[in-house]
């Protein structure tokens, strides 16, 4: 059951790849197939909005899935339709089963490890390739399964007019399939093999319209970004390995005690071994999860189409450090300097992306920054060493953040793929499902009584106040704070994209509700959105934890923050509500009331407006910091290294001087006999003379 859980997706891809390839084979021989016209949804973004800040009260360039009226569409790729029911019907069987061993492993407590073949046999070093069966990867398989078959499902409605479906199918479930690799891994190698899968499969779906220059530098950077996580995320790896001798987790958990203490000395300096384990190991999660720092390729990356931005938000790509930091509980646990700084980069991430969200104006990016923020919390609970209710998060987060992507991508159809919300209004009476659906997926993200949000984020905060470690209260107070922004940018997006009057009015007449087949995902979504929280509050952050988890998770013997969480005062656990009701009524005065207060505010705080619509310029900041130093220093090596020194003196100088040496010897040879005649004269009268001036031969 297992090996199908994790294969039947592998299998979708291949299908759906081998339908593309030949598709593309059968109608362009021998030739690359153009690019296609802009009669499809395929991304567009004004450059002049990422270098400067536009007028507050003028609209600016927001990235476009552009759909043009006039032009016919590019009919389908042959077999688009078996490409869609395969994969999806793959998914759907997988997620089913995945429900499955949810209930037998959680409940039933059936843990299984499934050795599959030998993979490594060098000296000491034997590694299986193994599926470790636990509850924690059980709560990954539900949520990956579920969010990606609900995705595909959409995806037949949303990418109803792309040419090019086989091959965005088949990069899909390839995603699914990297992710399930990932959270069923036994080893660390296993689990590098699946976070390097979800890193490719992100660059060829946010990159999927490969003709857009803006998708492709959105891939390149997404691509790039998390290689520089994922070198301190395998030289973690090689830490771990150096110190314990082994790579699967079983041998690494049991020595890990025992390297509480130890030492190495590198560079004339003695590092504490498992501090500096730990911390190259949250580098990783911090550019796979889009922590504070590592975290500026997350918004680019909505330049791929809406089903893929939730798919990446809400179930697989940015979950995996977060998977990553409770897999490796064991090892965090025992390292309390990293466990501070875990915590200190989630509360700072959950505060810097939701004070970004208070002025973006995409939709999209929108939820993207909602998503940074909200992947903060997951961290500060990691941190303080909460981490089912970090993983708690986790699961309730995916299905109202994959409800808000798709509910986007409907609102972002009906409005002719416009996705400025300063365009939109009065659309609840155009597409009043889209709009139920949305408000759920709000009132769940900021955190709304009897919501799956409500009982995951506040459980959260609540760990932030117990905290132990010089972090936590930091965490706390950052957590707080995020709560009120999350709840006010949230209820800005509804308000301005669904209340007031239509500010596009051609578009607004034209604007529908989606089929059904779009609307179905979303309406299971809603209802995850209630279901996955008060359920399950017991075995992740209740007096169930022990017996859900077992082993999985690792609490040490002085870690108290899920007991003491049971002794807060009541006005600490109403702290999350009384925020999430402030940061409403301010949007409600704002937005609905006083729709000139922002505007105005804009205009007297142009700096600070400026400096969050341009995301703390952290984009050119690290332009001017590394990419232009870099291409410069590129240029020079290119231009100075190895185009005037190593080829000027190299290569280019000796052949251009034997070029030289040969031209004038060639000149030489006139083909006139007179010529040859002379200058053997010359040579005789040379050897003569040298003849006379040597004296001669000597007797």
Not at 318 to 336: D, H
Request: include cysteine; glycine fraction near 8%; proline fraction near 5%.
């Amino acid at each position: 059951m297992y090996q199908a859980i994790v294969v039947l997706p592998l299998i979708g891809a291949i299908v759906a790849g081998a339908i593309a390839l030949f598709g593309a084979r059968s109608r362009f021989p021998g030739q690359n197939p153009p690019p296609p016209g802009d009669d499809h949804a395929a991304p567009h973004v004004d450059e002049s909005h990422a270098h400067a800040a536009p007028s507050p009260d003028a609209p600016h360039a927001v990235a476009h899935e552009t759909h043009h009226e006039d032009t016919p569409t590019e009919p389908s790729a042959a077999g688009s339709g078996l490409a869609e029911l395969v994969t999806c019907t793959l998914l759907v069987i997988s997620c089913v089963l995945s429900w499955y061993a949810f209930y037998d492993v959680g409940f039933a407590g059936h843990d299984a490890r499934i050795p599959l073949f030998t993979f490594i046999t060098f000296g000491d070093l034997h590694s299986e390739w193994a599926l470790r069966i636990d509850s924690l990867t059980a709560v990954m398989l539900v949520v990956v399964t579920t969010v990606s078959s609900l995705v595909h499902i959409y995806s037949v409605g949303y990418m109803e007019e792309e040419p090019y479906k086989p091959r965005f199918f088949s990069y899909l479930s390839f995603f699914t399939f990297a992710m399930l690799m990932l959270v069923t891994a036994d080893n660390l190698l296993q689990l590098f093999f699946g976070w390097e899968g979800v890193g490719l499969a992100s660059y060829l779906l946010i990159g999927f319209w490969y003709y857009k220059p803006e998708a492709n530098a959105a891939a390149i950077k997404a691509f790039v970004v998390n290689r520089i996580g994922d070198f301190g995320f395998s030289l973690g790896i090689f830490t771990v390995f150096y110190l314990t001798g082994a790579i699967d987790f079983d041998t690494i958990f049991a020595q890990a005690p025992g390297l509480v203490g130890k030492s190495f000395h590198f560079l004339s300096w003695d590092f504490d071994a498992l501090t500096v384990a730990c911390l190259l190991l949250f580098m990783g999660a911090m550019g796979k999860s889009a922590q504070f720092l590592l975290h500026t390729w997350l918004p680019d990356a909505m330049e791929g189409p809406t089903p893929v931005s939730a798919l990446i938000h809400a179930a697989t790509m940015v979950t995996a450090g977060v998977f990553m930091v409770a897999r490796l509980s064991p090892l965090f646990e025992l390292a309390p300097v990293v466990s501070a700084f875990v915590t200190f980069i989630g509360a700072t991430t959950a505060i810097f992306a939701a004070t970004i969200g208070l002025v973006q104006n995409d939709i999209k990016r929108i939820v993207a920054y909602s998503t940074c923020s909200q992947l903060g919390y997951m961290f500060v609970a990691m941190g303080v060493g909460a981490y089912s209710v970090g993983m708690f998060h986790l699961f309730t987060h995916a299905f109202f953040k994959a409800l808000l992507f798709l509910g986007s991508g409907s609102v972002i159809l009906a409005m002719h793929h416009e996705q400025d919300i300063r365009n939109m209004g009065g659309l609840w009476r155009k597409i009043p499902f889209t709009y139920s659906v949305m408000i759920i997926g709000t009132l769940a993200l900021t955190g709304f009584p009897l919501t799956a949000g409500y009982f995951s984020k506040d459980k959260i905060i609540e760990a932030a106040a117990v905290g132990t470690n010089p972090m936590a209260i930091y965490g706390f107070i950052m957590t707080v704070a995020a709560a009120a922004l999350t709840s006010f940018y949230s209820w800005r997006l509804i308000f301005k994209t669904f209340h007031g009057t239509p500010h596009d009015q051609h578009h607004y007449e034209a604007a529908h509700e989606s089929p059904k087949v779009m609307l179905i995902p979303l309406a299971l979504l809603a209802f995850g959105s209630f279901a996955a929280g008060w359920p399950f509050l017991s075995m992740f952050a209740g007096d169930g934890v022990e017996t859900f988890f077992r082993e999985a998770l690792k609490f040490g013997p002085n870690n108290h923050v899920l007991e003491n969480m049971e002794s807060l005062p009541l006005a600490v656990s109403l702290t999350p509500t009384v925020m999430m009701i402030l940061g409403f009524l301010v949007a409600y005065q704002f937005y609905i009331r006083r729709p000139d207060i922002p505007v105005q505010l804009a205009r007297d705080q142009r700096v600070l407006y400026e400096f969050l619509l341009n995301k703390w310029y952290f984009d050119e900041i690290y332009d001017f910091l590394f990419v232009r130093p870099a291409i410069w220093l590129g240029r020079l090596f290119w231009k100075g290294g190895d185009g005037f020194i190593i080829d000027g003196f190299g290569p280019d100088g000796v052949s251009a001087r034997v070029l030289d040496v040969t031209r004038n010897v060639v000149r030489l040879q006139t083909g006139y006999l007179y010529h040859y005649a002379f200058a053997m004269l010359i040579g005789v009268a040379a050897f003569i003379t040298w003849f006379m001036f040597s004296g001669g031969p000597h007797g």
